[in-house]
């Protein structure tokens, strides 16, 4: 088939042929986006939860629904393929993962059985609960890395344009070092074999080289490096955030900028889940649990922003737990106990029990963040800004562009994206101007 | 003293002199928000809560305290009367209420001593639970809300300016009927003793025939019928919409906009609450509580626009229920149990528990209102102008000009509000524009 | 076949031939019982729930399984029949229940399509929500009765011995009158159609005529009047209590022996419900419901008893709720929340909120029952002692012998229940003796 | 003053003088008890927990207090001292435990200024988190515990009786060894300064050794090893279990038989606590939160008995969390998420929340267990029995004499000590018969 999509002139590139979906780790999130693209496909459900396809965008006087009034890629022409520690087809893996409901998978058996992930790069050090069966051998990391680049371009024979997105688990808690500043750097620590390159990293990396897409539905330190951004730009490849945000976070970012317009104060948030999915095992390690709560604790400062407001939120005392919890399987539940205070300081509580399911609220964002990146790609004004600010909607762990601040509040994230969705509309060229911003800070 | 203060240009009338704060009902709310004032002043506790108060207002590049960017009358210069039907004075009717602690009342005995409300305008046939004590007799509604405005003009003598706010019980459901169309025919059923006229009607009626702006706490029908809309315009009293947005319609309101943004369906909402205060024995009574029961039902209505999305807010079930429930006092407990949907329409439920305090959620409310209402009357675009839509942040149900759409989004009514403000100070008398309209409906 | 077992000597008569279960109201508890019998049979389930089938007993130094201590019919041998006013077979009732899941369902879809439930006796007088399809109709109430008489005789053709267990709606609610105090009043009241004679009562006293045990796992009066336990002596047909303990009760006669236990005082204990099978719609009626409420709201004053300790449990404010919540079916969730109070009389409290599920929590339990009222009238000592309070373990609403106290506590309940197994089995003439009373009253 | 009571021939001793209470740790609980005991002295408020001053027992007919029914000591003749490592005075103490309300305390502050714990035996080394500031110093651990035995010599002097109830802080986890053996070993281990000796083990040694009760309300370790029971016997002074059964743990021990009783299944209990005192802070050390998890785990697996249950309670995943929360300071919440499943397996789902107050539950505990080891210690047939077992009921972590099995199941605790008690009065010299050992295994 022919070359990517690009923008040639002023336009957004229409979305025509193929939309190759490539996701590293294969389990229970990719199964379930995957065999529910089928599902809708086929007019046996509705992909619920996801913005692209369910929600409406107000253009001037009118409603339209987002699928109609911005061009994305059709359900109908996205190709699914990737990589995964286990071996075995989707339909296996969708078993094993017990998300969906056997006779609902039982229906779509045939699709799911045809799509069999390729070998993937992995190493135990950074994820120390699993072990992996279909691996990938190489000289060094950069030998690997080349390998998933050589897979991507095969694919690319089938494809029109590609994304990739990370669906692996959890890896351990990396901090930033000199090899992950500048694109050099790092690939110079590929042929090295640096322990800070983690194999999301070369993921990211592959990926990005070949002018792919690349989104984190977990909380590692990947494409958030200076490296990747700089090769992002460079390619026309856009990136965004990391870490889903799914559950108990996006309850706690939803409740924590209510009470704040309230000027209601915070002595304490307690949140503890429980889970009994390979994700909850992987971050039964403390290593990789380190990752995700780094990742889930910085979201109340940002909101609540104590700085400037002293009395009411200097002195939170906040916690995050994850309990791996076998009976529970893929249905994690997410409990909040939280202490306010309101007039005259008088203690309240507030508590919240989210029985939710992971994979179920993960695969719709996945969906829209495919769409989204392939069309920030074939838009002009947003294919070389590297991080695309606008998609922090869908993060728990949202990125920026030249260190800004990011936004957490779920509905400032919502209001951003409408707004860049219509600027983009209006004028594809023109750099997006953060017309909320006066708003957010109210 | 002399007269209420008047905008006479075009700038906002300073904030001079006493503003006497009139309150029908000085039970658990009028108490705890005058005991509160009085512990601010003298230091012994903040005033959490409060926007007022407590928040901050962007103004340009810089972020100012909301009192110090807006003229608002100063807790200082608050002045406090009423009108109760049991009688006692304020440090009995606080011991009642059994808000706030013993041992912080006793601190302000002497001042709460001092504060004896009038007898007050009651009819049990509207609040069938309780027996006033002191009560106002007369030989017509009329007669009594002519003894209220002589009330009123001896308050003006002490006083600058004057707002007076509905802290009672909530009264029976009441209909529109033609009485309530327009002021003539609503000045004549007075005469006539119409049954459709109840007495927070004649309070609101006198507040307003003597200029004085008006607002509800509770959800009785009140100053939302044509007749009071058409008499706040004419007197320049501003008048706003009812039932303080305190305890579960709260989080109601933070909670539904976020399954939204998400495009997550909704099966189902059960809402419970118990409570034990004077206001739980009240709605006790069916007829008080259907007239609650209809403020918190359209909520979700509103909010989730089914119509627009049929996929995921056709077939909600709502439920909501208030139970009296002595052991708990003023703790108000609201659980609410949700059923919710996802990718390919799997359930998930989320469960809120909010062990909250009725008064003192309301009181810094009731103080808002007091400030903002006066400032209004002060604005020269707003002292005519009727209903406060901007105002709309503190109320389950949101008062509208021109039969427009309540927003009962709680951000969206932050963001309103914060707007006015700042659209007043640039320009006190342009008319106000709905500049976050686009974001509203984004 | 030949005719009902019955203890020739001084032994416990074996069980042999078939039992024959007749089942009034053949919904949710019916088909999920029937439908659960046959799994079991088949080995494709465990009977979990059922202490018949699952649990052992002491023997002396040994522990045996109870269905091999005890001579009881076996699962193999049990037969069921019914009438319905919904007409249908039960495959056909069992998707309409939505208990069971569908897959589950269709591998015994030929069993329950052949069983078609009789036409009814039912009059909407006594259950406002329901229209019944097939329905006997008749002269009078006797006329009707002697209908049901019909089809238990023609039942018997097929089986060895029977028992009927009323699996029905719960009736509105009705007082004792003089119609109900002995057997010829009450043979006359269905002669003369008096209105305090339900449905329910109809089927009781056919059952109890033909000499068959009669169990009701619905609140309403129907076999606890003295007419009824008159006839059940005289016929040597046993009955026992009613309304079956399911989920918020029985966690209630949990917790409530373990406050008392601990001297833990009450000041309340609020209890909802939200339901949306049948039994939730029927008790949307409030004269239903009220039926209800009397059977749950008694469990607390007999298991706290007041009058001994007036200073823990005097002023105890107990409210019960249940509500229709269609979005939920047959899944029930009940919340209780528990004010409590320790030592100096510091207060706490306590939530439970239990996701049950109504039906498989009951079916276990008609199981039981219909295992326990065949042996009770294989036993010489219990054949003719009517009221078998040793069954008060299944029952919200335990009766009992000579107006006694019913046992609550779910605990001293089942030590009842075990140690009447023990001395049936040790001496089946001898009267049984309340060997744990003293324990009861520790 | 005279000896200490000694039963001369075969009746149980008076309760006559003064029964000294000496406590190793006076933080939260103990100041709490002895507050508590002043208060109901002088009529303030009720001695509410308390089985001893609260409930009732049987007499044959009648039904008595069990304070007339038992030769109880007085709560008049209670003399209190103890050890603490902090300091100061116990009004200090109960100010800084924040349990009590400061004005309660304000009415006895005299009486808690004038008891001022004696320095502590301490070492860091077995309690992490803490820093001791009045420690005693020795040559070697024999020497302190000589110092704790001077101690209570000197208290001899101004009491008749004494018992000995440790609420110090939970120690880290320690296994029994060889020097825990026997007396000969652990005499001399205090010589060598085993490592496997802790502070609380000399507090216990010294008190045995002075024919002093001892109790232990942590799980530490301490009297629960062979020397320590030889030694028990030996001088007649009779110990207990540990760690008393205050939370979370209460309620399982009487969910978990209930659901046991009923035949229901469990996959799951996931049990976590928040809570902010010292104890909490404590806990927050990894070792000293594993001797506290040893303690609640086991309690399920002694109830549920899965070796008899396997197709019910094989297969439990049990986890235990705690958690240091400063906010909520005393007031521990305690949340237990709990998967059970019922007839042909199907799932539900319990949740329970316990907003309770640990010291509140302890306090009243720590009384009764004073006055039983007195009466005890004067009962011919337990004095010299070492481990009393009556008193399971009393801990999460109950000690059994001979190996035997431990009661867990509250409700079969307390029927055991009512028996006890019984029978004691009535033959204070026969051994103890497990009466009620049918019924537990029923």
Same mark, same amino acid.
């Given at each position: 088939?022919?070359?990517?999509?690009?923008?040639?002139?002023?336009?957004?590139?229409?979305a025509?042929?193929?939309?190759?979906?490539?996701?590293?780790?294969?389990?229970?999130?990719?199964?379930?986006?995957?065999?529910?693209?089928?599902?809708?496909r086929?007019?046996?459900?509705?992909?619920?939860?996801?913005?692209?396809?369910?929600?409406?965008?107000?253009?001037?006087?009118?409603?339209?629904?987002?699928?109609e009034?911005?061009? $994305?890629?059709?359900?109908?022409?996205?190709?699914?393929?990737?990589?995964?520690?286990?071996?075995?087809? &989707?339909?296996?893996?969708a078993?094993?993962?017990?998300?969906?409901?056997?006779?609902?998978?039982?229906?779509?058996?045939?699709?799911?059985?045809?799509?069999?992930?390729?070998?993937?790069?992995?190493?135990?050090?950074?994820?120390?609960?699993?072990?992996?069966?279909?691996?990938?051998?190489?000289?060094?990391?950069?030998? &690997?890395?080349?390998?998933?680049r050589?897979?991507?371009?095969?694919?690319?024979?089938?494809?029109?344009?590609?994304?990739?997105?990370?669906?692996? *688990?959890?890896?351990?808690?990396?901090?930033?070092?000199d090899?992950?500043?500048?694109?050099?750097?790092?690939?110079?620590?590929?042929?090295?074999?640096?322990?800070?390159? *983690?194999p *999301?990293?070369?993921?990211a990396?592959?990926? $990005?080289?070949?002018?792919?897409?690349?989104?984190?539905?977990?909380?590692?330190?990947?494409a958030?490096?200076?490296? &990747?951004?700089?090769?992002?730009?460079?390619?026309?490849a856009?990136?965004?955030?990391?870490?889903?945000?799914?559950?108990?976070?996006?309850?706690?970012?939803? $409740?924590?900028?209510?009470?704040?317009?309230?000027?209601?104060?915070?002595?304490?948030?307690?949140?503890?889940?429980?889970?009994?999915?390979?994700?909850?095992?992987?971050?039964?390690?403390?290593? *990789?649990?380190?990752?995700?709560?780094?990742?889930?604790?910085?979201?109340l400062?940002?909101? &609540?922003?104590?700085?400037?407001?002293?009395?009411?939120?200097?002195?939170?005392?906040?916690?995050?737990?994850?309990?791996?919890?076998?009976?529970?399987?893929?249905?994690?539940?997410?409990?909040?106990?939280?202490d306010?205070?309101?007039? $005259?300081?008088?203690?309240m509580?507030?508590?919240?029990d989210?029985?939710?399911?992971?994979?179920?609220?993960?695969?719709?964002?996945?969906?829209?963040?495919?769409?989204?990146l392939?069309?920030?790609?074939?838009?002009?004004s947003?294919?070389?800004?590297?991080?695309?600010?606008?998609?922090?909607?869908?993060?728990?762990?949202?990125?920026?562009?030249?260190?800004?601040?990011?936004?957490?509040?779920?509905?400032?994230?919502?209001?951003?994206?409408?707004?860049?969705?219509?600027?983009?509309?209006a004028?594809?060229?023109?750099?997006?101007?953060?017309?909320?911003?006066?708003?957010?800070?109210?």
């Amino acid at each position: 088939m022919s070359g990517t999509a690009s923008p040639h002139d002023n336009q957004i590139a229409p979305a025509q042929g193929k939309l190759g979906v490539m996701i590293p780790g294969m389990g229970a999130v990719a199964t379930t986006l995957i065999a529910g693209v089928v599902a809708v496909r086929r007019g046996l459900a509705q992909p619920v939860g996801s913005l692209t396809q369910m929600d409406t965008l107000k253009m001037g006087e009118t409603t339209v629904p987002v699928k109609e009034a911005v061009p $994305l890629a059709a359900l109908d022409d996205l190709v699914f393929t990737g990589w995964d520690i286990f071996g075995g087809n &989707l339909y296996d893996a969708a078993r094993t993962a017990q998300v969906l409901d056997p006779w609902q998978l039982e229906s779509i058996k045939p699709f799911l059985e045809s799509i069999e992930p390729m070998p993937a790069v992995f190493d135990q050090h950074y994820v120390k609960r699993l072990n992996g069966k279909t691996v990938k051998t190489g000289r060094n990391k950069c030998d &690997l890395a080349n390998q998933i680049r050589n897979d991507i371009a095969a694919f690319k024979q089938k494809t029109d344009r590609q994304v990739m997105i990370w669906c692996g *688990s959890t890896e351990i808690f990396l901090k930033e070092t000199d090899v992950h500043q500048t694109l050099a750097a790092f690939e110079r620590g590929m042929v090295d074999n640096d322990p800070s390159i *983690s194999p *999301s990293m070369l993921y990211a990396w592959a990926a $990005l080289k070949e002018g792919v897409p690349f989104a984190n539905g977990a909380p590692n330190l990947t494409a958030d490096i200076p490296a &990747l951004r700089e090769l992002s730009q460079q390619m026309g490849a856009p990136i965004c955030g990391k870490d889903f945000k799914t559950g108990q976070t996006l309850i706690k970012t939803v $409740l924590a900028p209510a009470l704040k317009a309230r000027s209601l104060g915070l002595n304490g948030w307690y949140s503890t889940n429980i889970l009994g999915n390979r994700d909850g095992e992987v971050l039964d390690d403390p290593e *990789s649990f380190k990752t995700k709560e780094e990742s889930k604790l910085g979201v109340l400062e940002y909101i &609540l922003e104590p700085e400037k407001h002293p009395e009411l939120y200097r002195d939170i005392f906040h916690k995050v737990r994850i309990n791996y919890y076998p009976p529970r399987g893929d249905n994690k539940e997410g409990w909040d106990s939280i202490d306010l205070f309101g007039w $005259l300081g008088y203690p309240m509580q507030l508590k919240v029990d989210f029985l939710c399911r992971d994979s179920i609220l993960a695969a719709p964002l996945a969906l829209d963040l495919c769409l989204f990146l392939d069309l920030a790609q074939r838009t002009p004004s947003l294919k070389h800004a590297g991080v695309q600010d606008w998609l922090s909607f869908y993060f728990k762990a949202p990125d920026v562009k030249d260190s800004g601040r990011p936004e957490h509040d779920l509905f400032l994230q919502a209001a951003k994206l409408k707004s860049t969705l219509r600027q983009i509309l209006a004028n594809p060229t023109a750099a997006i101007v953060e017309e909320e911003a006066e708003f957010a800070e109210a």
